[in-house]
Nanobody, 115 residues
Framework: QVQLVESGGGLVQAGGSLRLSCAAS????????MGWYRHAPGQQRELVAS???????NYADSVKGRFTISTDNAKNTVSLQMNSLKAEDTAVYFC?????????WGQGTQVTVSS
């Protein structure tokens, strides 16, 4: 079993910053990639950013230049630094871990950006 515990969500004004963190534990085996997805009301869950075990990153066009994903492979943690936040970034953010054994999700953390 793999557990993902997220932290760092909250309420922030537009233009502000937040940092999300996710710690993975359990029978991970081999991590292929970690990432962050978000789900806003009335919309589908979308990829925000991901980072592979080799350090290759991928970002949604809407967050490029504002968000930065990083990971500590030794500690199985992934972080998302979010700057210049906009009202449209408001969503529940989910941590994701993909390994050779499966695809795992955190419980989600709410990010609310007030305009």
């Amino acid at each position: 079993q793999v557990q993902l515990v997220e932290s760092g969500g909250g309420l922030v004004q537009a233009g502000g910053s937040l940092r999300l963190s996710c710690a993975a534990s359990g029978s991970i085996f081999v991590t292929v990639a970690m990432g962050w997805y978000r789900h806003a009301p009335g919309q589908q869950r979308e990829l925000v950013a991901s980072i592979s075990s080799t350090g290759s990153t991928n970002y949604a066009d809407s967050v490029k230049g504002r968000f930065t994903i990083s990971t500590d492979n030794a500690k199985n943690t992934v972080s998302l630094q979010m700057n210049s936040l906009k009202a449209e970034d408001t969503a529940v953010y989910f941590c994701n871990l993909r390994s050779f054994r499966g695809n795992y999700w955190g419980q989600g953390t709410q990010v609310t950006v007030s305009s």
